[in-house]
């Protein structure tokens, strides 16, 4: 994600590189041409008016689609941050709330406690690793047991198995009286809504904005700019000022370009870009956050922004 207000030019021009390039040799083409007496070449400046209207619209639409679906994974991830440390708390207060019973097990208790934990802060990284498109799983061997971690890494779809082990040791914990009562009721409730989060996370990976609106907004910028150096040229000649065409198409051309790009980069907020949502800082926060729960202090360090951005 960027934090910075201020972007380094070169890698603005490196995305819109071949808008670029499209919009200055068309420029020096038209102008060449008119130069040498092919006045031809001349349109009507109404021309790239309409046009220019109708490729704001499809911008102007895209963007917001695109800002909609970069604010809906944002908000996915607030709530999977909240609902982690709920549940983390639902399973350290319903453990701790049974030492009062003959049958209970510090022991146990303890070993419970951390294994749940653990297997919360693997779910959320494993949704960060499955949501890029990410092979790094031994990463998550640290909070998955020996012989779970081989099941893991056999398993089709990660998060997935990872709640289904959750759901186990969550009964299996009421059959030997670590948990009793109606506490797998309200964890269930958490992992429930977990699964609600990545489900719509995974929505927005893998059902693209519809393609006709990147189709023909890529079509018509263009056409756009194809058009714009010929609805120019007639009026900067008039002027007697007809090489200013090419360097004022070129900037008109580039707002454009850029406002295009930017629903284009924002759209997919989980490809693993600066643009994306900061799964990374996310997912780290929460295994900060439920490891210091536990009562641990060897906690990883915090991501913070590098050059002004934050993964």
């Known amino acids: ?6 972007f380094n030019p070169v890698r603005v021009v490196g995305y819109v590189r071949s808008e670029i390039v499209f919009s200055l040799l068309i420029g020096g083409v038209v102008w060449a041409l008119y130069r040498n007496g092919i006045s031809q070449v001349a349109l009507p400046f109404s021309v790239a008016a309409i046009l220019g209207s109708a490729l704001a619209i499809f911008i102007a639409f895209r963007n917001n689609s695109a800002y909609g679906r970069w604010w ?4 996915l991830w607030g709530g999977i941050v909240n609902s982690s440390r709920v ?11 049974h030492a009062h019973q003959p049958n209970y ?3 146990r208790s303890e070993s419970f406690k951390k294994q749940m934990i653990y297997l919360c802060i693997a779910w959320v990284h494993a949704l960060r690793l499955h949501l890029r498109g990410q092979e790094d799983w031994d990463s998550l061997k640290p909070f998955v047991g020996d012989e779970d971690f081989s099941a893991l890494r056999q398993s089709q779809h990660k998060p997935n198995f990872l709640h289904l082990l959750t759901g186990r040791k969550i009964y299996a914990a009421m ?13 269930e409730g958490q992992l429930l809504a977990l699964a609600n989060y990545q489900g719509g996370c995974e929505r927005i990976k893998n059902t693209p904005l519809l393609r006709q609106y990147d189709y ?12 714009l150096p010929l609805a120019l040229i007639g009026d900067f000649s008039r002027m007697g000022m007809d090489y200013l065409m090419i360097p004022v198409s070129f900037i008109i051309s580039f707002v454009f370009a850029i406002l295009a790009k930017v629903g284009e980069v924002n759209e997919d907020p989980f490809e693993n870009r600066i643009t994306d949502v900061p799964l990374m800082a996310l997912c780290t926060t929460i295994e900060r956050d439920l490891r210091e729960m536990l009562g641990e202090n060897n906690l990883p360090p ?10």
Do not use: C, H, W
Request: hydrophobic share 50%; charged share 20%.
């Open 1 to 6: 994600m960027i934090i910075k207000r201020n």
């Open 72 to 75: 809906e994974a944002r908000t």
């Open 87 to 97: 549940l983390a708390r639902l399973i350290i207060t319903f453990t701790d709330s």
């Open 105 to 107: 097990d510090a022991v």
């Open 175 to 187: 059959a030997n009286g670590t948990l009793g009562g109606f506490d797998s009721f309200q964890m």
């Open 216 to 227: 023909f907004t890529r079509l018509f910028l263009y056409a756009f700019m194809l058009l």
């Open 302 to 311: 915090s991501i913070k922004p590098e050059n002004g951005f934050i993964n």
